[in-house]
DNA sequence: ACCATATCATTAGATGTCGAACGATTCGAC
DNA sequence: GTCGAATCGTTCGACATCTAATGATATGGT
C-alpha cells in the first residue's frame, strides 16, 4: 500500500513558516510588539496607502482583521484615525510618537531576525530559495 | 534612510505558506475535509501512536489543539475515543468505517494537490526547494 | 501503604484570521 | 436632482491555534 511517499512539498512548507513564524513572534513579543502589528507599522512607514482597504492588502490580510488591529493599537495609543475631510468614508491613519518608537524598536527586531535566517546560507543559496518560493507563490496565487 | 533593501526571507516564506495554505484547504474543503483533519487522518492511519500526546506532537500542534479536532472528528462519526484498559489515563483513537472512507478521499485530495505545486519545477529544483527549507527549518528549530 | 510528583487529557480564555452582513457615504445613470 | 449601485469601514460569528489551569490517573520514594 502506497501512501504519500515523498514528504508533500506542502507540508514542508507549512511547517517551516510556522517555527520561523513562532520564532518571529517570540523575537517580536521581546521588545514589546507583534508580527501583524509590526507589519502594520511597516507598511504604514514604507507605502503611500491612503485608506485602511489599501493598508489591508499591502499587509495581506482582509479589512475586518486590520480593523480589529487598528482597534488594538489606537487603544495602545500607537495610532489615531480620523474621517478624511475629502471623503468622509475613509480613514486617515497617522503614526504617533509612541508609533515611531515602537516601529524604530521593531526594525530593529526585524533586521536581526533576518539576519539570523540568513546566516546558515549563502548569498547563492538565499538567492535561490527565494526565487524558488516565489515561483511556487505564483504559480498557486495567479490565475495563469 | 534604509529599511530592509531585501525583501525579507521570513515574510516571502509566510506569504508563500499562506497563499499554499489556502489553496489546500480549498481543496480539501471541496471533498469535505480540512487540512488538520487531513493530517490527524493521515497520523492515525500512517504512525503507530498510542496515546493524544504522541498524535499531537506527530501532527505539529498542542494538544489541547487535538483536543479540539478530536470532538468535532468524533461528533462527525470519523472517530471513536475510548479509555485505554491497562491505563485509565490515555485515550484510545480509533477511526470508524466514516473516518477511513474520508481519509480515503482527502488522500486524493493530497496527492493531487502535491503534484499541482510540484508540477512547476524540475525534479531537482523541488530537491533544492525541500533541502533549503529543511536547512531553515533545523536552524531555527534545534538548539544547535 | 502513602503522599508528592509526573503524565494524560480537557477546559477556559486569549489571539489572529476569515467571510458575510451591515451602516454610512459617494458616485453615476437617467 | 434622485435613487440604485459601488465603496469604505465596522460588527458579528466562526475557526484554528496557543498557554495556563484543572481533573483524573499512575508512579515512585520513603
New binding site residues.
Given amino acids: 500500500m502506497h501512501f504519500l511517499a515523498p514528504p508533500p512539498l506542502g507540508l514542508l512548507l507549512s511547517q517551516t513558516a ?1 517555527v520561523i513564524g ?1 520564532a518571529m513572534e517570540d523575537a517580536m513579543a521581546a521588545e514589546g510588539g ?4 509590526w ?1 502594520v507599522l511597516l507598511t504604514l512607514k514604507t507605502r503611500p496607502v491612503s ?6 492588502a499591502a499587509v ?13 493599537m489606537e487603544d495602545d495609543g500607537l495610532l489615531t ?1 480620523r ?2 475631510p ?8 497617522e503614526l504617533t510618537e509612541r508609533g515611531e518608537e515602537l516601529f524604530a524598536r521593531l526594525r530593529g527586531v526585524a533586521v536581526g531576525f533576518d539576519q539570523r535566517l540568513r546566516s546558515g546560507f549563502s548569498p547563492e543559496e538565499t538567492a535561490t530559495l527565494a526565487e524558488l518560493l516565489t515561483r511556487l507563490k505564483s504559480s498557486v496565487d495567479d490565475p495563469e
Same sequence: chains 1, 2.
Avoid at 34 to 37: D, G, R
Avoid at 60 to 72: D, E, S, W
Avoid at 86 to 93: A, C, F, S
Wanted: glycine letters at 8%.
Fill in positions: 510556522k513562532r507583534t508580527v501583524p502589528v507589519q485608506n485602511q482597504r489599501e493598508l489591508a495581506g490580510i482582509q479589512g475586518a482583521t486590520l480593523t480589529h488591529h487598528l482597534n488594538a484615525r474621517r478624511s475629502g471623503n468622509r468614508r475613509v480613514h486617515e491613519v
